[in-house]
Every structure is written in C-alpha cells, then in structure tokens.
C-alpha cells in the first residue's frame, strides 16, 4: 500500500492478541496459564480457574462494601459502652452524695437527742 508520495505505509508489527484469544488485562477473560515443561510436576501453583477468580472477587467486594456499616457498628456499641458507663458513674456519684446526707441527718438527730436527754 503506497502513501500520498509513492512511499509504502509502515506494518503495524505489535501483535497483542489473536482473534480466538484476544489481549485483556482483564484476570476474568484471559486463559488459564499453562504449566511449563522445565518445570518438575507438583511445583507451580495450580491453574486459576475463571469461576474461582469470580467468586473471589464478588465476595471481596461484598466484604469491601460491608467494611463502612461494621465500622459504623462497632463505633455504635463504644459508644453506648460509654454511655452505659457514665450512667454508672452519675448513679453511684449520687448515691454517694445522698449517703453522706444521711450521715449528717442522723448525726443531727443523735445530738438532738442527746440534748434532750441531758437537760
């Protein structure tokens, strides 16, 4: 095929793919690899299959889309802990402070009533 100026147009020499396996970088679309023959039998890893690579993948990404609600969770549950706590900590402040009333309220009556003993 000749250009405008009788010169022939270059070859495109990059074969990336056939047309019965085409080239992705896709893991879904490619083969499986092969295993090679300078290898000894049982070495390599085993053959990835197309199914496997999907499962995976869909249950990672289930897992992924799930990581925000657990985290959202968890900070729900530390955060009702904490609350929890701090009513707690409210009841038994009050409780203390109500017991030492008493205390005073009992001491004054002791007295009274010892004064009225006495005289």
């Given at each position: 095929m000749t250009a405008g100026l009788g010169v022939t147009a270059p070859k495109l020499t990059k074969r990336l793919g056939t047309i019965d396996r085409p080239h992705t970088h896709d893991p879904?679309?490619?083969?499986?690899?092969?295993?090679?023959?300078?290898?000894?039998?049982?070495?390599?890893t085993p053959n990835v299959t197309i199914i496997g690579a999907n499962d995976s993948r869909q249950n990672r990404t289930r897992e992924m889309q799930l990581i925000p609600e657990a985290l959202a969770r968890a900070h729900m549950h530390e955060r009702l802990r904490e609350a929890d706590a701090q009513r707690w900590a409210v009841r038994l402040v009050n409780a203390r402070r109500m017991q030492r009333?008493?205390?005073?309220?009992?001491?004054?009556a002791r007295r009274a009533l010892a004064m009225a003993v006495m005289h």
């Amino acid at each position: 095929m000749t250009a405008g100026l009788g010169v022939t147009a270059p070859k495109l020499t990059k074969r990336l793919g056939t047309i019965d396996r085409p080239h992705t970088h896709d893991p879904r679309n490619q083969a499986p690899m092969s295993v090679p023959t300078n290898e000894p039998v049982g070495s390599a890893t085993p053959n990835v299959t197309i199914i496997g690579a999907n499962d995976s993948r869909q249950n990672r990404t289930r897992e992924m889309q799930l990581i925000p609600e657990a985290l959202a969770r968890a900070h729900m549950h530390e955060r009702l802990r904490e609350a929890d706590a701090q009513r707690w900590a409210v009841r038994l402040v009050n409780a203390r402070r109500m017991q030492r009333r008493a205390e005073r309220v009992s001491m004054r009556a002791r007295r009274a009533l010892a004064m009225a003993v006495m005289h």
